[in-house]
């Protein structure tokens, strides 16, 4: 019989209680029975091989930086967690394409292929942390994908163990082929729920010319929003087109002075690539929303400035003594609805809420800024964002994923037609249901997940 790959594994109770979780709030993790740092593709297919044999369940972890608690330990499982598999296999320039493992954290990558004149655009707020495999896993988006797009865009192809310890692989180098089923984009955005990815390719681009950036300063989050649906839907498209309200300006400014108006309610944070045209007409639209100033920044270090700052918002949040991040993405022409609807939530439950977000594709991350005597309140105010975001159009998640979180929410989201088609997909690649238990959906037809959707 198969064993856990000697070695690679402990059963120690601080280790393992140092693994438990990811960063998700409200989503305590279980007791796991033992720890795999897979150092091989031999050590996963081993892990699995065995929890296939004896009906223990397997919850994958990498950089364990998500915001769901998809990685979170269940009772009784073998965390599997594959960070030391964190090597760049190959970069090929001519191609422009690199092969890497899923421990590789995303800024790291971008380094080396930057060096080669190539530039990965996927670059979540947690780049700097977060991992590549984490990165497919959820279908990460980042700063730069409202003209780039998000990580599946660039996923070429995948090595995968299924949930018996069978390597598959899926896609392919070329820059075209749809040869068969499209399985490679099947398991991005999967969580770790049909199969633990163990190797990606990914598409890779030109290095773009170093962007020029443009702010522009709001009496209110609402006039920002409405900026944005003006600017885009004149069909101009910059790298970045970011939000931060003033609760989290403020927040941020905590840790880095941002050099903003004394008072300022929102900014926008524009950047483009192609040159000034399309910030003078960034510069016309926000004027004609509201904008109570506009400036263009001359120096590109200037702007690398600007999205220093917003790449703080999250470690200004884990300043407050508690923090919900909510991930919910609107149709565009609903951003100010969505931003209005939020301040009002805030209000109405008595609780903060900082809007900071990816405003160019309508996908905003409301924090819930609280201590500890206001649990309930928050995760009350947590629920009717997501509300909000679904009767506005938009969806649970643009970019962090289900887990646990929000798994009950996503039985709202879908048709049932849709989670009979998660279930069929599950049960066909998981037939024990090992693997990631009870995270995205819950692992057998009619369970409580199905049930939420008929009452909802």
């Not at 305590?28 to 009906?55: C, F, I, K, Y």
């Not at 009496?219 to 944005?228: F, W």
């Not at 263009?296 to 407050?320: C, I, K, N, S, T």
């Not at 009717?384 to 709202?412: N, P, Q, S």
């Amino acid at each position: 019989m198969t064993s856990l790959p000697a070695g690679a594994t402990t059963d120690d109770p601080d280790v393992l209680a140092s693994y438990a979780t990811d960063r998700a709030t409200f989503c305590p993790g279980g007791r796991a029975r033992a720890l795999v740092r897979a150092r091989s593709v031999q050590d996963v297919v081993e892990t699995l091989q065995w929890a296939h044999e004896n009906g223990v369940p397997v919850v994958p972890q990498g950089a364990r930086t998500g915001l769901s608690g998809g990685a979170n330990a269940i009772d009784g499982c073998v965390l599997l967690n594959v960070s030391k598999l964190d090597q760049i296999l190959e970069i090929d320039v001519e191609e422009q394409i690199a092969v890497v493992q899923p421990g590789v954290i995303n800024a790291t990558l971008a380094a080396a292929v930057a060096e080669k004149g190539l530039y990965y655009p996927p670059d979540p707020g947690s780049k700097d942390i977060s991992s590549i495999g984490g990165n497919v896993a959820t279908n990460a988006g980042g700063m730069c994908c409202l003209k780039y797009g998000v990580t599946g865009d660039f996923v070429r192809g995948l090595q995968v163990v299924v949930a018996d310890g069978r390597v598959m692989r899926t896609g392919r180098r070329t820059a075209k082929g749809v040869a068969g089923y499209d399985l490679t984009h099947l398991f991005v955005g999967s969580e770790g729920t049909l199969g633990v990815i163990t190797e990606v390719t990914v598409a890779l681009r030109p290095a773009a010319a170093r962007p020029l950036t443009a702010v522009a300063f709001f009496d209110t989050a609402i006039d920002a929003g409405r900026t944005v649906a003006d600017y885009l839907g004149a069909g101009f498209r910059p790298v970045v087109l970011e939000l931060m309200d003033r609760p989290s300006i403020e927040a941020i400014s905590k840790l880095q002075d941002l050099g903003f108006p004394p008072g300022v309610g929102a900014v926008l944070i524009a950047q483009s690539d192609v040159g000034a045209s399309e910030l003078t007409a960034f510069e016309v639209s926000a004027r004609r929303c509201a904008a109570t100033d506009v400036i263009v920044a001359d120096d590109p270090a200037e702007g690398d400035l600007l999205m220093q700052g917003r790449r703080l918002a999250g470690l200004a949040f884990d300043e407050y003594p508690a923090c919900l991040v909510d991930d919910v993405c609107v149709p565009r022409r609903h951003l100010a609805a969505l931003i209005e609807g939020v301040e009002q939530i805030g209000e109405e439950y008595g609780v903060l809420v900082a809007c900071v977000g990816h405003a160019g594709d309508g996908n905003m991350h409301p924090a819930v800024l609280f201590d500890h005597s206001q649990a309930d309140a928050a995760q009350r105010a947590f629920g009717a964002i997501m509300r909000l975001g679904l009767d506005l159009g938009g969806t649970i998640t643009g970019e962090h994923g289900v887990g646990l979180l929000k798994r009950e929410w996503l039985a709202r989201e879908l048709d049932e037609a849709a989670l009979w088609a998660h279930h069929q997909l599950k049960n066909a690649f998981d037939p024990r249901g090992i693997l990631n238990p009870g995270r995205v959906i819950n692992s057998t037809p009619g369970g409580r997940a199905d049930a939420d959707r008929r009452s909802s």
